[in-house]
């Protein structure tokens, strides 16, 4: 159940986030806002590539970059448009909440110095869950330099949305 909740909250909290993101303008989606900040362009594309990348070592299909080497998928991210990369974020979200239904599985994971280690598959989609929500902070740190809303995503608080979604069917 627990792995169920998170991969529901993890799609909430995307479309909270990418709600916001949405908002921006181009230039702000861009701006540079110094080395240790980066753009919010950047570290979109980073939690996108972390998504793919899992889907890479896990042979799960993903329609926006079939067959693409990392190497490749990564200068292609470079040129999706703000509206590509959050609309490829959102389908990359869905994709690894369906893909964390097959349970019972290991990945190899390759360490920095060359030897390797198992992992459960549910720990393996748990490391992208957890990589995300950091990331989402850094997005909030972001927002704040520009002047924006944050994102409001603890887990709590898509608790406290499903509960007001189902007060509203009572």
């Known amino acids: 159940m627990v792995y169920t909740n998170l991969a529901k909250y993890h799609l909430w909290a995307g479309t909270e986030s990418r709600k916001i993101l949405q908002d921006l303008t181009p230039n702000e989606f861009k701006t540079d806002l110094g080395d240790e900040l980066g753009s919010v362009e950047a570290k979109v594309q980073h939690i996108l590539l ?34 590509d990369l959050l ?7 869905k994709t690894l909440v ?17 030897d390797t280690f198992c992992l459960l598959r549910e720990d393996f989609f748990l490391q992208y869950i957890l ?10 740190y972001c ?28």
């Open 131 to 140: 990589h995300t929500v950091y990331h989402r902070g850094q997005l909030n």
């Open 50 to 83: 972390a998504l793919l990348f899992c889907f890479l070592r896990l042979n799960i299909d993903f329609p926006f970059f079939q067959n693409d080497s990392e190497k490749e998928i990564f200068h292609r991210l470079h040129l999706l448009s703000k509206n």
């Open 98 to 114: 369906s893909s964390m239904q097959v349970k019972g599985s290991t990945v190899t994971i390759k360490r920095s110095d060359g």
């Open 87 to 93: 609309t490829c974020w959102e389908e990359a979200d």
């Open 143 to 170: 927002l704040k330099a520009l002047g924006k809303e944050r994102i409001n995503a603890d887990y709590l608080f898509y608790f406290d949305n499903l509960d007001r979604q189902m007060d509203k069917f009572q």
